[in-house]
C-alpha cells in the first residue's frame, strides 16, 4: 500500500472538488459539468477513479452524462468523483441544492454531518455496526433516513470495492474496521430509504476479460484492460476514443459477459437523496482523512 500515491490522490480530488464547487450552477448541461471535472483531474496529474456521478434528486448514484446528454443541473445534485494515482482512489462525494430549498438544504446538512460524526469514531478497532449506528443516528435526528442498502466500502489497489461494506445502519456485525483504505459515504433520504436498480447508467466494469471475435471488439477491450484495468469506465469516454460504432462492440462485451453494466440507483419511493464522502487510510495508531 503506497500512502504517498493515497495521499496524493487524496489531495487532487480535495482540490476537484474546490474546483467543482466553483463551476456548478443551475441549468449547465451534467455533460459540460463532468467533462470539465475529469479533465481537472487530469490536469492536477491524477486520472479519474471512475467517471463522474452526477446524479440528480431521487437518483442515489450512478449516473453519468452519455456522450449527447442534454439534460442540465437542477435540484439536489450529488458530485461523487474518484481520483486515482498508479490505481490508489480517493473517492468523495458532495451534494448541492440548485433549488434555494430548506428541505434539500437541511438533507444535505444530514449526510455531511453524518459523516463528519463517523470520522469522529473511526479507529482499526471499532465494529462496522458501529459506524453505522452513528450514521443513522446522525440521520435519523434531522427527521430523515440512511439508505439502507448503500454503503461505504473497502479500497485497495485497482479496486474501487474491495469486499468490506460499511453500513449506514447498525447492521449488528461485530467485525472491526480494520487497517487499510475505506470509503465512508452516509445517504440521508427523506424517502423510505432503500434503492432499486433503475436504467442502464452507461458506466461498465471489466469482470471476466477473455478472447472475443469482432476486431474492434478485441481492440477497445484492449484499451479498457490496459487504461481502467478494474476500475469503472463509462461510453463516453469510450466513444471519445474509437467514436459512436463503439457502442455496439460495448453491448457485444457486455452480452459475452466481459463487462458488467451498472444500473442507475433510485429510491423505491421517490425520495430526494443526498450523499456525502470521503476516504480514510487507517492505521493502527491513526486515521487520515485523504480527501477533505
Known amino acids: 500500500m503506497s500512502e504517498k500515491e493515497i495521499t496524493q490522490a487524496g489531495k ?8 467543482a464547487k466553483s463551476i456548478i450552477k443551475k441549468d449547465i448541461l451534467l ?15 491524477g486520472k479519474p477513479a471512475f467517471p463522474v456521478n452526477l446524479s440528480i434528486n431521487e437518483i442515489a448514484a450512478h449516473y453519468t452524462p452519455t456522450y449527447d446528454d442534454k439534460t442540465t443541473a437542477y435540484g439536489l445534485l450529488k458530485i461523487d468523483l474518484g481520483v486515482h ?9 458532495f451534494s448541492i441544492d440548485l433549488e434555494n430549498s430548506e428541505k434539500n438544504k437541511k438533507l444535505i446538512e444530514a449526510s455531511k454531518k453524518a459523516l463528519e460524526n463517523a470520522e469522529k469514531i473511526i479507529n482499526s478497532e471499532i ?14 435526528s434531522y427527521g430523515f433516513n ?20 460499511i453500513s449506514n445502519i447498525d447492521n449488528k456485525s461485530n467485525i472491526k474496521l480494520g487497517e487499510g483504505l475505506f470509503a465512508i459515504e452516509p ?37 479498457i484492460v490496459n487504461e481502467f484495468s478494474n476500475l469503472p469506465f463509462c461510453s463516453r469516454w469510450i466513444i471519445k476514443k474509437f467514436g459512436t460504432k463503439s457502442l455496439i462492440a460495448l453491448k457485444q462485451l457486455e ?16 425520495g430526494i437523496v443526498s450523499q456525502a464522502e470521503n476516504t480514510f487510510l487507517i492505521k493502527k495508531d491513526k486515521v487520515i482523512n485523504t480527501s477533505k
Open 31 to 45: 455533460l459540460e459539468i463532468a467533462e470539465k471535472i475529469e479533465n481537472k483531474i487530469i490536469e492536477l496529474r
Open 127 to 140: 465494529t462496522l455496526s458501529e459506524i453505522g449506528k452513528e450514521i443513522s443516528k446522525t440521520i435519523n
Open 255 to 270: 452480452q459475452e459477459g466481459i463487462l458488467h453494466q451498472y444500473h442507475q440507483l433510485i429510491e423505491v419511493s421517490k
Open 85 to 93: 494515482v498508479n490505481g490508489w482512489v480517493a473517492d468523495t462525494s
Open 187 to 223: 445517504f440521508a433520504t427523506d424517502g423510505k430509504g432503500k434503492i432499486y436498480d433503475g436504467k442502464t447508467s452507461g458506466i461498465y466494469s471489466l469482470i471476466h476479460p477473455k478472447n472475443t471475435r469482432s476486431p474492434l471488439s478485441r481492440e477497445i477491450l484492449d484499451y
Open 146 to 165: 440512511p439508505i439502507v442498502n448503500l454503503t461505504g466500502h473497502s479500497i485497495e489497489q485497482y479496486n474501487l470495492h474491495s469486499g468490506l461494506s
Open 12 to 19: 487532487i480530488a480535495s482540490q476537484v472538488k474546490v474546483f
